[in-house]
């Protein structure tokens, strides 16, 4: 009983140790229309003190966005990742993309209040932006939302949970 007590204690400051010295890693990823955008995303990030993972595109020539969604919808369901980031023109072929995974729920974000109301009532784990249609101002704010507001649980558990259970 001793032994399992201190394997659990240890591992439990492990734990805390980690959490308090390592960065939490943001994946992103994005089509040409949303290389600028990324680029502008990526250097918050970092000055906010996230490391940030980069599924790409590298250049603003023309990708097919499934490519690199495919990426960050497939770490982020596989729990690589705790939450992502994924830009193109319209926001909606990423977000359509990402949301194929069972264990992403992405929200499409115009503004920070539907960010703010993504996570807080939807628990999504992945925001997507539409490159063409908001300010880089915008899309900061919304990212900053996005990284600080909680989920609130409660009546918006049991919706959440509904989420993945098909109708048959």
Not at 5 to 33: G, N, V
Not at 95 to 111: D, S
Not at 113 to 125: F, K, S
Request: proline share 2%.
């Amino acid at each position: 009983m001793r032994c399992l007590s201190f394997c659990c204690i240890f591992a439990l400051k492990i734990y805390l140790l980690t959490r308090l010295y390592m960065k939490e890693i943001i994946p992103i990823a994005c089509d040409h229309a949303g290389y600028e955008l990324k680029e502008e995303v990526k250097r918050f990030l970092e000055e906010k003190g996230f490391e940030v993972k980069d599924f790409g595109t590298y250049s603003s020539e023309s990708v097919d966005y499934p490519d690199y969604a495919h990426k960050l919808g497939h770490s982020v369901d596989a729990g690589e990742y705790s939450r992502g980031i994924v830009i193109c023109g319209s926001g909606n072929g990423v977000q359509m993309t990402v949301n194929k995974y069972p264990n992403v729920r992405c929200a499409l974000c115009w503004t920070a209040e539907i960010a703010h109301l993504g996570r807080q009532h939807n628990d999504c784990n992945v925001i997507s932006m539409p490159a063409r249609f908001i300010s880089k101002e915008t899309a900061l704010a919304i990212v900053d939302e996005f990284l600080n507001t909680e989920f609130e649980g409660g009546r918006h558990q049991r919706r959440v949970e509904k989420i993945n259970k098909l109708i048959k």
